[in-house]
């Protein structure tokens, strides 16, 4: 599936969320399943994760009709995309219903990022270039430069 709403929710343990509608197929599966991945892609592979928003798993295998490989995670009972640079394996531990969607908060099992994405041993979001949906103009972009440190800024800058 492709999901266009979802992020980390909590630091210990570490968690993430993905929110999805209850008509769709994917959430029937991580209802059943109470586990999901997060296969990120990078940027040259908007194409595929576009088909994968678009198409259902109830009328064809989307991976297959992308070309991509599944494999199937050793932790949950969920696949995850070989291909994309970085992979969050997620057991559901909290489903909470807000409004029209589903949200699902998953702790994450385990990480798996591909070498050329890491930096000092840790993901690289300069070197990912993970896909973020625009709302606004419904297209997809790319994290954009580093502007700073984050938690340098013990007091209000200077005006």
Known sequence: MTAAWGGVCCSSPPCIYVSLREATYSHGNIMSRRAYTVSVPGEEYWREADYMGIASGRDTD?????????????????????????????????????????????????VKADMDVLTDGAPDTQKIKPLLFGTGDRGYHTVGVRVGDAFTQRRPPAP
Not at 75 to 92: G, M, S
């Open 62 to 110: 989307k991976v297959k009709d992308t070309g991509l490989t599944a494999v199937k995670s050793m932790l949950v009972d969920a696949p995850y995309v070989d291909e994309f640079p970085l992979v969050l394996e997620c057991k559901v531990i909290e489903v909470v219903e807000i409004g029209l969607h589903t949200e699902f908060i998953g702790e994450i099992l385990d």
